[in-house]
């Protein structure tokens, strides 16, 4: 059987990510984005301890299956009480590093999954 690259370009990619900048369907953003499969937007939070909702809005608004939540060089987690209200209304949310985020973000939007990513930049070194 001969194996074909799906090559779906209708489907926002995550290309590169690196400090300062992450590179989506060949525009490059070096701020705080929000990517869905269908759009890619400017998200308004830069810090992950002070989260909450009115930050992730426009995310939610994709009515997403998981929400992947990108920290940073690093992995760090928003407030519990964040955390317990998107739990409450039934959302699944994974918290990891930016570079981890972007990973699976690409692999769940490959597998046609409501996924959306909400990315803080790797911070410059």
């Known amino acids: 059987m001969k194996l074909t690259r799906d090559d779906n370009s209708s489907i926002q990619r995550i290309e590169r ?21 269908e759009s890619v937007a400017e998200w308004e939070c830069c810090d992950i301890s002070s989260l909450n909702e009115e930050h992730i ?14 920290s940073g060089a690093r992995q760090r987690f928003p407030s519990a009480n964040f955390l317990s209200d998107l739990a409450r209304r039934g959302m699944g949310i994974e918290v990891m590093d930016s570079a981890a985020a972007c990973r ?12 959306v990513a909400a990315l803080l930049p790797i911070e410059l070194e």
């Open 57 to 70: 809005d426009v995310a939610l608004g994709f009515k997403p299956e998981i929400l992947l939540l990108g």
């Open 104 to 115: 699976t973000y690409n692999l769940l939007a490959s597998e046609q999954r409501r996924v």
């Open 17 to 37: 990510y690196a400090p300062g900048q992450i590179s989506v369907n060949g525009v490059t953003y070096s701020q705080a984005i929000i990517v869905s499969p």
